[in-house]
């Protein structure tokens, strides 16, 4: 855990549960994309930075998750370098709290204000306003989060942080976060299109090829989309749809799952009823949902 693994000339990975990058600039600085889920992750990159000489210029949040800016903090503090992220994202890594409220929908209870949701609170700037090193890309992929965007180094590998998901956890899980469905799927296409050398997702295996990945992640999508509509061929109020998403895909709920699934069930029925193959209607002061077709 915590292995330092050479991509390119200049670009490497650490391998940990989400996959910190480092881009190794002109002048011996290094550039961090994402850091990790904790001030430990943060401890780990100081003693790779240490052991290869190198100094850290900045550090690239390419979304606001705890477990891609978990390191922040303790590397302001001991290296007092800028973070860089986008749009919302800065918002919630400055204020942290707003993860599990928006995901609970109000003020979360102790057991969602955890590191699992809450990092500690760092300051970033916005990407937009970083003068990017010659022939380095950042590119927006929206639908996980708000305004996620991935990065391609100048030697030719796309960091694309949680826009994929392995296989193995969407076989495991099957309802990866979603925040915006239809965004997502236009995020697939776009990536499926993609020219690299190598394709670093923060929760999947480096591939050479991602189009496998990118159709696997589509195919998750439609499945979900497929059940959300058997599910409510009889109307129903979301708690019961819930139940019924955990049930089909014997999932065990607790407060973690209950918000992170929940938040992406509710993605799906918004988008299905956008594209109107469900309606919302209020009956007896309840909110229901029915398919369509």
Known sequence: MYELVRLTERT?????????????????????????????????????????GWELAAILNTHSNADHIGGNRLLQDRLGVPAYTAGLEAAF????????????????????????????????????????????????????????????????????ADCLSGENILEKYHLAFLYDVKAYLDTLDKVETLDGARF?????????????????NRRKVHENIDMLLAICREPLCFEEILKRVFDHYALTMDFNQYVLVGS??????????????????????????????
């Open 200 to 216: 670093v997702p923060a929760h999947a295996p480096v591939v050479t090829d991602i189009r496998p990945l990118c159709e696997a």
């Open 93 to 160: 890594t400055k204020y942290p709290i707003l993860e599990p409220s928006f995901l609970y929908g109000g003020y979360p209870c102790k057991a969602l204000r955890s590191k699992f949701l809450m990092a500690q609170p760092s300051d970033t700037r916005d990407v937009g306003e970083w003068e990017l090193p010659d022939g380095m890309e950042i590119l927006p992929l929206p639908g996980h989060f708000f305004a996620m965007f991935g990065i391609k180094t100048p030697d030719g590998v796309w960091f694309l």
């Open 12 to 52: 490497f990975y650490i391998d940990c549960p989400a996959k910190m990058g480092i881009y190794l600039l002109d002048d011996a600085g290094a550039l961090l994309i994402d850091s990790g889920n904790d001030k430990e992750a943060g401890k780990k990159v100081l003693k790779l930075l240490d052991a290869n």
């Open 264 to 293: 992406t069930v509710r993605s799906y029925l918004s988008y299905l009823c956008d594209e109107q193959n469900l309606e919302a209607q209020f009956t007896e002061n309840r909110l229901l949902w029915r398919a369509v077709r």
